[in-house]
């Protein structure tokens, strides 16, 4: 899952919850995700992490991108985007999930 660290939780949990259901009604099973926010190793600096993301997205089969009104302005997340397709993974192996700002 792509997302910015600064666009509103509530949205983004009402937007991910949203394409589970969906994902979960077409595959017929919940979908397994990978937020690296809470699954990467936090004793590591933000230069190992970002060492360690093709690792962590090439066992993706999919991707997430939860747009929310700040995704673009995060170098994080344009280096998940990047990455993501470095690896070879096809544009119609992401799926987006708008997330509305907030009042």
């Known amino acids: 899952v792509v997302h910015c660290l600064d666009d509103p939780a509530e949205g983004k949990l009402r937007a991910l919850t949203e ?15 990978y ?3 809470l699954c ?3 004793s590591l600096d933000p230069a190992e992490r970002l060492a360690h993301l093709p690792v962590y997205l090439s066992r993706c089969h999919r991707l997430l991108l939860l747009a929310g009104p700040r995704v673009a302005e995060s170098l994080w997340c344009a280096a998940e985007l990047y990455v993501w397709r470095a690896l070879g993974n096809r544009l119609t192996d992401v799926d987006v999930a708008l997330v509305p700002e907030e009042p």
Not at 22 to 33: K, L, S
């Open 35 to 37: 937020m690296d926010v």
């Open 19 to 33: 394409w589970a259901h969906a994902f979960a009604q077409t595959v017929g099973r919940p979908p397994r995700v």
């Open 40 to 42: 990467a190793d936090p």
